[in-house]
């Protein structure tokens, strides 16, 4: 155990960013007018924004420095072998294909392995994920283990692939598979872990049917800190070291650079496979860029690149999932129901067992969102039936949890910003009764979360 309990920011700030102070009448107004959709709000009417850590932190010093250094050439630039080298450091794939974010990766590559009759299975699919391989027409399947559906269950790696349903999968469906995935840190199960041993496990089964196993990597250094934590065994290993184990058991991946990358724009689709890649580089020279860039400009690169190397510091990695279980713990001592254990990037509140008068289909992870936002200017997201409980042929189902997400940016808010999140949380939480349930008065055709818009039930 450390000797002190205070958390302390590993940096020192350089510069500030003002916060406009709103009053609850103009938030009443702000919300309204976004047609109760935190996604439609405006950021400057937000006093804390925990909508997303997706692009949303802080650069470094030395990340700012690696913009001045960014070189535009169209072709060959020195900043993408800058960047090559940074990732290759962490994920030595043969093949590594840059894009704008994550999302891109993922339009590439299920166009390239995806279509009708195929199905992906994940531990859990993320919206734009499970998005992605529907457009294509394939079906994405769900397979976290059981402890992973219930938010007031504890074990260490709730992100964790059920490895008996995903054998009697591929026995069934192999042949349809042309990807396994797992998500690290499982973001749509509350920010949870996945084990070395899961992971090892996974890659065993996808030998023995032959199919390859690809990762959705956006959180690996919180990950690979949570294994580091919490797996008997790698205590003494250093972060990059697990990282590359990681890399080792997986043929591919996509990467979010928004998030463990501590940029604010980029991304990555890596591969082994030359057949593959070069189907894949063909797609991102259609919509993204020439091979050396990929829709970013070099000095979105060389910002990434300095990134990766400051997201596995261990100074950071403490500091970084301590100040998310500081606001978890704090809430939970109060009795407020959330995913246990704190996830790391995130506090997920769990609306349906805060709100057990609202039904699923009336969408309680959004009333709760609003009410954080209208109390205290707090934007979170709702994770829940209003981001998956939609189905691509227009059906709707209640999700398996219906949560709120609290996303903490990185190297962004203090500690006396998070001390105000609890205090509002805590006012919503004592008034939880007094919240009734919405319906979608419109939609789009997918991913409605973003855009759709509310009205109160009667």
Same mark, same amino acid.
């Given at each position: 155990m450390e000797r002190w309990q205070t958390i302390i920011e590993p940096?020192?700030?350089?510069?500030? /960013?003002?916060?406009?102070?709103?009053?609850?009448?103009?938030?009443?107004?702000?919300?309204?007018?976004?047609?109760?959709?935190?996604?439609?709000?405006?950021?400057?009417?937000?006093?804390?924004?925990?909508?997303?850590?997706?692009?949303?932190?802080?650069? !470094?010093?030395?990340?700012?420095?690696?913009?001045?250094?960014?070189?535009? !050439?169209?072709?060959? !630039?020195? !900043?993408?072998?800058?960047?090559?080298?940074?990732?290759? /450091?962490?994920?030595?794939?043969?093949?590594?294909?840059?894009?704008?974010?994550?999302?891109?990766?993922?339009?590439?590559?299920?166009?390239?392995?995806?279509?009708?009759?195929?199905?992906?299975?994940?531990?859990?699919?993320?919206?734009?994920?499970?998005?992605?391989? /529907?457009?294509?027409?394939?079906?994405?399947?769900?397979?976290?283990?059981?402890?992973?559906?219930?938010?007031?269950?504890?074990?260490?790696?709730?992100?964790?692939?059920?490895?008996?349903?995903?054998?009697?999968?591929?026995?069934?469906?192999?042949?349809?598979?042309?990807?396994?995935?797992?998500?690290?840190?499982n973001n749509s199960g509350g920010g949870q872990p996945v084990s070395l041993e899961n992971l090892r496990g996974v890659r065993a089964l996808c030998d023995r049917f032959g199919v390859p196993l690809f990762l959705d990597a956006c959180r690996f250094a919180e990950n690979a800190w949570f294994i580091k934590l919490r797996e008997p065994g790698q205590a003494a290993r250093s972060v990059p070291e697990i990282v590359r184990e990681i890399a080792s058991l997986a043929d591919g991946m996509t990467m979010s650079a928004k998030k463990d990358g501590l940029a604010n724009i980029g991304g990555w689709l890596a591969m082994r496979d030359d057949a593959l890649a070069e189907r894949c580089r063909n797609l991102l020279i259609l919509t993204e860029g020439f091979p050396t860039y990929g829709g970013l400009a070099g000095r979105d690169l060389e910002a990434i690149a300095q990134g990766l190397r400051e997201v596995v510091d261990e100074d950071y990695l403490r500091y970084r999932i301590r100040s998310t279980a500081y606001l978890g713990d704090a809430l939970a001592a109060d009795g407020i129901p959330v995913v246990r254990p704190i996830g790391g990037h995130a506090v997920y509140l769990d609306a349906r067992a805060l709100l057990p008068q609202i039904p699923p289909l009336q969408y309680p992870g959004q009333a709760l969102a609003v009410a954080l936002y209208v109390e205290g200017g707090i934007r979170g997201c709702e994770i829940g039936t209003v981001m998956f409980g939609r189905h691509p042929d227009g059906s709707e189902t209640p999700a398996a949890m219906d949560l709120v997400r609290l996303a903490i940016p990185r190297r962004t808010y203090t500690q006396s910003h998070v001390d105000y999140v609890i205090e509002v949380v805590r006012f919503v939480a004592k008034r939880a009764a007094d919240l009734h349930g919405l319906r979608i008065v419109d939609e789009p055709a997918a991913l409605r979360h973003f855009t759709a818009r509310f009205a109160p039930v009667g």
């Amino acid at each position: 155990m450390e000797r002190w309990q205070t958390i302390i920011e590993p940096f020192r700030i350089h510069s500030v /960013e003002p916060i406009r102070m709103t009053t609850r009448d103009e938030r009443l107004r702000a919300i309204d007018a976004a047609g109760l959709n935190l996604f439609n709000l405006h950021a400057d009417d937000v006093l804390v924004d925990l909508l997303t850590d997706s692009g949303t932190g802080a650069m !470094s010093r030395d990340q700012w420095a690696a913009v001045q250094h960014g070189d535009e !050439s169209y072709a060959g !630039s020195p !900043s993408w072998y800058i960047f090559l080298a940074a990732v290759q /450091e962490l994920f030595p794939f043969r093949h590594v294909i840059p894009t704008h974010q994550g999302r891109a990766a993922e339009k590439i590559l299920f166009s390239v392995i995806g279509g009708p009759g195929k199905v992906i299975p994940n531990n859990t699919h993320f919206d734009t994920t499970r998005a992605n391989v /529907e457009a294509t027409g394939a079906e994405a399947v769900d397979l976290v283990i059981e402890e992973g559906r219930h938010p007031e269950v504890e074990h260490p790696f709730k992100g964790n692939m059920d490895l008996a349903r995903l054998e009697d999968f591929l026995a069934a469906r192999g042949a349809d598979v042309p990807a396994v995935f797992v998500t690290i840190t499982n973001n749509s199960g509350g920010g949870q872990p996945v084990s070395l041993e899961n992971l090892r496990g996974v890659r065993a089964l996808c030998d023995r049917f032959g199919v390859p196993l690809f990762l959705d990597a956006c959180r690996f250094a919180e990950n690979a800190w949570f294994i580091k934590l919490r797996e008997p065994g790698q205590a003494a290993r250093s972060v990059p070291e697990i990282v590359r184990e990681i890399a080792s058991l997986a043929d591919g991946m996509t990467m979010s650079a928004k998030k463990d990358g501590l940029a604010n724009i980029g991304g990555w689709l890596a591969m082994r496979d030359d057949a593959l890649a070069e189907r894949c580089r063909n797609l991102l020279i259609l919509t993204e860029g020439f091979p050396t860039y990929g829709g970013l400009a070099g000095r979105d690169l060389e910002a990434i690149a300095q990134g990766l190397r400051e997201v596995v510091d261990e100074d950071y990695l403490r500091y970084r999932i301590r100040s998310t279980a500081y606001l978890g713990d704090a809430l939970a001592a109060d009795g407020i129901p959330v995913v246990r254990p704190i996830g790391g990037h995130a506090v997920y509140l769990d609306a349906r067992a805060l709100l057990p008068q609202i039904p699923p289909l009336q969408y309680p992870g959004q009333a709760l969102a609003v009410a954080l936002y209208v109390e205290g200017g707090i934007r979170g997201c709702e994770i829940g039936t209003v981001m998956f409980g939609r189905h691509p042929d227009g059906s709707e189902t209640p999700a398996a949890m219906d949560l709120v997400r609290l996303a903490i940016p990185r190297r962004t808010y203090t500690q006396s910003h998070v001390d105000y999140v609890i205090e509002v949380v805590r006012f919503v939480a004592k008034r939880a009764a007094d919240l009734h349930g919405l319906r979608i008065v419109d939609e789009p055709a997918a991913l409605r979360h973003f855009t759709a818009r509310f009205a109160p039930v009667g």
